[in-house]
């Protein structure tokens, strides 16, 4: 990595970068960059070291989530209440 990027079209490049990340770390199916969009990226991150720094910091914020989740999940017994209270709530309702 060369460092941080320097002038207006490396501005531009960290703006954009800034708004595709969340989808290129997440790796989203509702919403996934093009090949294209996937490949400007990549050669952005190889080139700017404060938005591959972003990028790692989202990786690690997202690991640090999926582990939180195996650590918390509620108890089978506590969803199947939940279950039956929205079902017992929600009966008759036309939705």
Known sequence: M???MQGPRS??????SGRVLDRYVEQRPATPLT???RDRLER????????ATSAAERR????ALDR???HHAPPPASLRRAHDLVRDLTDGDPR
Request: proline content about 4%.
């Open 2 to 4: 060369t460092g941080r």
């Open 35 to 37: 090949p294209a969009e």
């Open 60 to 63: 690690r914020v997202l690991a």
């Open 11 to 16: 501005m531009l490049e960290c703006w954009w």
């Open 68 to 70: 939180l989740g195996d």
């Open 44 to 51: 952005h991150l190889a080139v700017c070291e404060r938005c």
